[in-house]
């Protein structure tokens, strides 16, 4: 399994969390979703894709699969007023299906009716989204802890297109129904004002090939349009989760790599259970003090007990990206 844990607040060298329960985080349980990517010799080789519920508006919650992804900083789902297929494929959100949602442009300002609004284009990979700018209530299908609990590359780059054209109009119903999605409890928590993204539009490839709806980004703020954008930012102070103050920007993700066991995530401290026995957790600060990813420093890279020249100069750095299914490095 992979336990990855981001202290973003406060990155030292020694555990000073794990000896007491981090009551009031919350957990978010994830599905594994494997595809074949290669035959070789009898033996299928997987790529794995973990996703999670979450829900958007009120009083009738709309419900989404999303992967919760550290290499980008949004949340982002599709929209009905797209209207080309790869979109129609998943579920998409529908503005004035909720009370609590209104239209904005990039710095948070309400859009005046029939006024162009600003827009987003994002490249995650080999695909892209187009998308524009909503406030709304966001949920995230987890339940907080009472007791005893330790609380293809998604990889985003974009650019703003300020007053375009308004995209069509909010209308439709998404043709897909909530069948088989996990649906908050009321009595969860988990619940913020957030300001997020709809998908006008969205290439082929990659979207339609994957059963999630969209995309939660966990990077650090800078690869945000705002800090009101950004879950880690928002979620203690929109009381998603309430934690003491030196865990409020914690999370913890555990992939599974069978069914025996959940994949989850954990906001505000992380789950000891999930370490293995007699491990104890060194924190590894950040390569940078201000930086759009979370990127590392690494010491050496060893493949089958041969240790590879690539880093002995000192200037390795490695991303740590949950919306990427393989460990990459350079070739040559």
Sequence with gaps: ???????????????????????GSLTVKMMRERFPLRNEGGVVHHKSIYHGAISIGSPEPQ????????????????????????????????????????????????????????????????GEIVGVFVHDRVCLAGKVARQGARANSMLQTGHVVAGAEPPTEDDGESDIDDAGSQKPDS???????????TAVAMSDHPYSLFSFDGIFGLGPHLLSQAKEFNLVESGAPGGAWQVDHERTKMFGVFLAVSNKEDSEITFGGYKTEHMAEGAHLIWNPGAESEQEHWILKIKSITAGGVRLPY?????????????????GIPSG
């Design 311 to 327: 880093c002995d100069d000192g200037t390795c750095r490695a991303l740590v990206d949950t919306g990427m299914s393989l460990l």
């Design 1 to 23: 399994f992979w336990t990855i844990i981001s202290a973003i607040a406060a990155m030292g060298t020694t555990d000073s969390a794990g000896d007491s329960a981090f009551l």
């Design 63 to 126: 419900r989404f699969r999303v992967v919760f992804d550290t290499g980008s900083g949004h949340l982002i789902v599709p929209s009905v007023m797209c209207k080309n297929e790869t979109c129609q494929m998943h579920r998409r959100y529908k503005r004035r299906k909720s009370l609590t949602a209104y239209d904005i442009n990039v710095d948070g300002t309400p859009v005046a009716p029939k006024d162009g609004r600003d827009q987003l284009s994002v490249t995650f990979g080999t």
């Design 187 to 197: 009595d969860t928590g988990g619940c913020l004002d957030l300001r997020f993204i």
